[in-house]
């Protein structure tokens, strides 16, 4: 039967949470399905198939297999929820083509705002501006951040080389075609510590054009932006990506990811203003920050840099717990940090990021 449901719920018998079925009956049309029974018609011309199924257990994940392979499938967003936001389920959504994933149940606000990006295709349409330089350079380096953090959270080796090259496609393309749509694009990519590693970087190679910065320095903040919170790989996901506020105790466990960079950049033996931006890039101008404690001009400027990049991007994006803030909020925000951060640079860091002053940067 195909019906003119636009959006698809897909479950297995397990007993889950399904609160979130008369929030989106509200405004769309929906079917829900038994993973056993989908036909390729049930996921023709809808806009969104919903997958709440038990991602661990062997016997879902076969149908599901054949039903994300459908033709008819292809262009149609599959939004799974979470029951445990572990990195087993977290893989098996992404293997099995998921173009976002949450965890379930979560605030209200965030699951309808989800619902509606992925129905009006926003991020599709964010792509579709992207110039094929741009669109290149982020596809090359998100697959190439995902597996340093998969490498670097296994002992593996921290490919230099990769990042190095894919870090030159964002600074070519970001000098031939600006910032902005690339930046726009990478907005909607649902891992926050890749889009953030990623955001960082392109913030940096921006700030460095506007200063000016010799072409071996740029490529310098460019990986050092990509890879300034490697360290997070150690941290687990339940901590890293908690959808509410941390206790203190996981943030203590988060607070050690500039000594974990730290050490994975030297295992792997990096460049000493790497593993600088990743150890010290959460230490603050008056010495209150972590990991040692570093104050004034113990601080080098190219890490006073990825800093300011840093705490842009953290304010300027959306987390589960709080919204994002304007860019224009955010930069206000920053100019009262005096202290923290290095007031002049947050000064000149605003035309990289308002787009008044953007234009000037391309
Ligand atoms: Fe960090
Ligand atoms: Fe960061």
């Not at 806009?47 to 062997?58: A, G, M, R, S, T």
């Not at 033996?269 to 603050?284: F, G, L, P, R, S």
Request: with cysteine; glycine share 4%.
């Amino acid at each position: 039967m195909t019906g003119n449901s636009q959006v698809v719920i897909i479950q297995d018998s397990g007993l889950k949470n399904k609160g979130y079925i008369d929030l989106i009956a509200r405004d769309h049309d929906v079917r829900q399905i038994d993973i056993n029974d989908v036909s390729p018609q049930d996921v023709t011309n809808i806009k969104l198939i919903i997958i709440q199924v038990n991602l661990i257990d062997p016997n879902s994940i076969l149908p599901l297999k054949r039903i994300m392979a459908m033709p008819e499938r292809r262009n149609i967003p599959a939004l799974f929820l979470l029951q445990e936001f572990s990195r087993r389920e977290i893989v098996q959504a992404t293997t099995l083509g998921a173009a976002d994933y949450t965890l379930y149940p979560c605030p209200e606000n965030d699951f309808i705002h989800l619902i509606d990006t992925l129905i009006n295709n926003e991020k599709g349409k964010a792509w579709e501006k992207l110039s094929p330089a741009q669109e290149e350079a982020l596809k090359v380096s998100l697959k190439v951040v995902e597996k340093t953090f998969h490498n670097a959270s296994k002992g593996l080796e921290v490919s230099q080389t990769e990042i190095k090259d894919s870090c030159n496609l964002i600074i070519e393309a970001t000098a031939k075609d600006g910032l902005t749509d690339w930046m726009n694009a990478i907005r909607f990519h649902h891992d926050y510590t890749y889009r953030h590693s990623m955001m960082v970087c392109g913030y940096l190679v921006s700030f460095g054009m506007l200063l000016q910065v010799r072409k071996t320095d740029l490529q310098k903040l460019a990986v050092g932006g990509m890879m300034h919170d490697i360290g997070k790989a150690m941290v687990p996901l339940s901590i890293l990506d908690k959808p509410s506020e941390l206790t203190d105790s996981e943030q203590k466990t988060i607070n050690k990811h500039p000594l974990h960079g730290k050490d994975i950049l030297t295992r792997e033996n990096w460049d000493e203003v790497m593993i600088d931006i990743a150890c010290h890039h959460h230490e603050q101008l008056d010495g209150t920050g972590y990991p040692h404690g570093l104050a004034g001009t113990e601080i080098t400027d190219i890490t006073r840099l990825a800093s300011i990049a840093d705490v842009f991007s953290s304010l300027s994006d959306k987390r589960p717990y709080k919204a994002a803030m304007t860019a224009e909020d955010a930069i206000t925000a920053m100019l009262k940090m005096e202290g923290q951060l290095d007031i002049p640079l947050v000064k000149s860091f605003r035309a990289v990021v308002l787009p008044m002053d953007a234009d000037i940067c391309k």
